[in-house]
């Protein structure tokens, strides 16, 4: 296909793909089995200025800030394999990966992330995604910032965005208009607690499996999905 009928799917991770909430838990539950509720909590203060700071999660920054005063603690060393050799293909959503599947029988599905060099690569790598993605991957400080780079990227005639976070969306849709249609995932704890602040999506889904199953007119206008041509 050329640029002019091309459809590319820009698919988030974190809880739009896999349930980064449940391995949040998870990485909290072992920090107070490791090293007790107390340093536990101060993992997640660390965790939540740095966040703060660099506007993207980053667990293993959190970590090397979070080893002063523990130097000598024998579980210390061990935090950086657990995070990294963590099982994420055990918290993709359910039929995540044939989701990603039945969308490339439409149009283009690129990764499209937030997060730091080391461990989101990591993630989507352990977890599958990539490979589902045949490498299509995009990780980025602030993705919404990059759309000129991902149309040079990924030249097309329409995107669709899937994403659990409105504001993402919103700021997306501000810039291509009516090349990008957007899904709102209403899955995980940036979803529930997103009000009416933002526009509305194009389409809102529970989970990310709904999207299993639908064709070119269940996501796209009607005159753009007469137009675009399912890849070979």
């Keep these: ?67 002063e005063g523990l130097e000598d603690h024998p579980a210390l060393l061990q935090m950086s394999a657990w995070l990294l050799e963590y099982p994420f293909a055990d918290r993709l959503y359910p039929h995540a990966l044939e989701t990603i599947a039945q969308l490339r029988a439409l149009g283009q599905p690129v990764i499209l992330s937030d997060g730091d060099m080391v461990f989101q690569p990591r993630k989507i790598q352990h977890s599958g995604l990539w490979d589902a ?35 993402l969306l919103a700021s997306m849709k501000q810039h291509l208009g009516s090349r990008l249609s957007t899904i709102f995932v209403r899955q995980g704890h940036y979803a529930a607690a997103a009000g009416a602040d933002y526009p509305a999506a194009d389409l809102e889904i529970a989970r990310i499996d709904q ?18 041509t399912p890849p070979d």
């Excluded at 793909?17 to 490791?34: I, K, S, T, V, W």
């Excluded at 509720?37 to 999660?57: F, M, N, P, V």
């Design 1 to 67: 296909m050329s640029s002019a009928d091309t459809l590319v799917f820009l698919l988030d991770v974190d809880n739009t793909l896999l349930d980064n909430d449940r391995f949040a838990d998870d990485l909290g539950e072992h920090l107070a089995q490791a090293f007790g509720a107390s340093e536990r909590k101060r993992y997640w203060a660390i965790y939540d200025r740095l966040r703060d700071q660099l506007g993207y999660a980053d667990y293993l920054a959190s970590l090397q800030r979070f080893r």
């Design 133 to 167: 993605c045949r490498g299509e991957v995009l990780i980025y400080l602030h993705k919404q910032q990059r759309w000129a780079s991902i149309e040079q990227r990924y030249p097309a005639s329409h995107y669709v965005m899937v994403d659990d976070k409105p504001e």
């Design 211 to 228: 999207l299993c199953g639908r064709k070119l007119v269940d996501l796209l206008p009607r005159n753009v999905a007469s137009r675009a």
